[in-house]
């Protein structure tokens, strides 16, 4: 089944994609990659070579505090 996850802290939209999910490892694996991007999206967002090292040390659940994960069938 397709489905769509969303990452929003606030009203901001952190991550949005459509994934196919089938069971356990596919929705571990579509989570993973929503990870994977945030991670990469933050690094990108880095103004600053200092900023970047920042992101590099930090951990992605702390941009992931207070957010929201949802689903939908798509």
Known sequence: ?????????????????VCDV????SFG????????ELRSLELARSTSVG???D???MNVLEVLDGA???LSKV
């Open 1 to 17: 089944m397709k489905i769509n996850l969303q990452i929003q802290k606030g009203n901001a939209k952190l991550v949005e994609r």
């Open 22 to 25: 089938c069971d356990a490892e």
């Open 29 to 36: 694996r579509a989570c993973a990659e929503a990870f994977s």
């Open 51 to 53: 900023a970047m090292m």
């Open 55 to 57: 992101m590099l040390n």
């Open 68 to 70: 929201a994960i949802t």
